[in-house]
């Protein structure tokens, strides 16, 4: 396949213009506020499809926010690739921490990103990825070179737990039927070290809620005579973990993977330094669980965070009050082959075992979703490794992400497919975080790579 370079540079300008449309758009599945912006980044992204030369594009209701499906089928005897991708994104909170607004995307340069990087909610996670595919197709549309069919699936509810696609894939078996499914959600090692994701880790998403007396009391005249929600709630959150970092619920490790020192001597292999780590977080110390280093702590081992936590009075000055109640809402983040409900369940077991009998506590479970390991010997990762050599010149590592996409091992399941995860971002791209940017040079990159892999695949699979 010839370089979509000279194609690309040609029409650059366009490419983040679009995007910036795109962009703008604020597109939260979180809050109910925003239904109407759901709907016009869906149709966005369907006329986006429809100009980058899908013959068949229409936005499928669920019952939830709509999924965008489009097809470009050339040849039913050709492979068939579908792109999975979501127009969804995080809340921007908190506005203040911003440098500029989330939802007027500018181009501002960085050390990491001296062509400049798109700040926007959004950029990279996951419209600007998901972006990258349809202008390929563009390319390979407008230049004759489209090798195999291709299927795309876009949805709107990934920030939220993907609720509504398990009843659209099960209800479209046929018409989502594939080779290979491609994914571009993740990121690389650094713009000189490609990397394709071969893991990620599963989720367990829940929220607590832990009620004393049946009202807000006066600090002074009841305070160390009732049980203070907020105080027994953080005690309660603090022994989950024990001194050495690991968690503490019974029965949480039974199932872990453990990789073998060969593995992990594999994952050394990938270029990590501990001092620009600390100083990109401003921290003093690295922190996690003992024994492991730190890209094996974000990766191949589990991890229970507190997402946020509140209750009581938090305005300014001062009101001496002890809650009625204190939540928390926390993920815990799973590796192979701990599965999603069996841990929420051991979560929930243990989380009302510890709770004082002065209090009550409620768990409310959100959503979850269980960790995806793709083989690297694999037709599909073959397929990305020489399309990202075409144009890295670099051989790509093989790296485990400790982030959660649940509908892989979804996919798997119920189309019977691999997939392959082909990620451009950074992580100093601080996605979910204010200031989310993504790199136009990356932006670009990925636009120049995804044909090599429809080349590629097409080829091997012949």
Known sequence: MKSAKPYIQENKQRFIDELFHLLKIPSISADSAYKDDIIKAAETVKENLEKAGCDKVEVCETPGNPIVYGEKIIDTNLPTILVYGHYDVQPPDPLDLWDSPPFEPVIKKTAIHPEGAIFARGSCDDKGQMFMHIKALEYMTQTNQLPCNVKFMIEGEEEVGSESLEWFVARNLEKLANDIILISDTGMIAPDVPSITTGLRGLSYVEVEVTGPNR??????????????????????????????????????????????????????APFNKEEYKKDLDIDEIYGEKGYTTNERNSIRPALDVNGIWGGYIGEGAKTVIASKAYAKI????????????????????????????????????????????????????????????????????????????????????????????GFGLDSDVIHSPNEHFGIWNYLKGIETIPQFYHYFTELSN
């Open 216 to 269: 807000d009391l006066h600090s002074g005249l009841y305070g160390g005579a009732v049980a203070n929600p907020i105080n027994i709630l953080t005690k309660m959150i603090a022994s989950l973990h024990d001194e050495n970092n690991q968690i503490t619920i019974p029965g949480f490790y039974d199932s872990v993977i453990e990789l073998t020192d060969k593995e992990r001597d594999k994952m050394g292999e």
């Open 331 to 422: 993920s815990m983040r799973l590796v192979p082959d701990q599965d999603w409900s069996t841990i929420t369940e051991l979560f929930k077991t243990h989380f009302e075992s510890i709770t004082p009998k002065a209090v009550k506590v409620k768990i409310t479970i959100h959503h979850g979703g269980q960790a995806y390991v793709t083989p690297i010997d694999s037709l599909g990762y073959r397929a990305a490794e020489k399309a990202y050599e075409k144009t890295f010149n670099k051989t790509p590592i093989p790296q485990r992400s400790g982030g959660s996409i649940p509908i892989v091992a979804l996919f798997e399941k119920q189309l019977k497919s691999k997939t392959i995860l082909m």
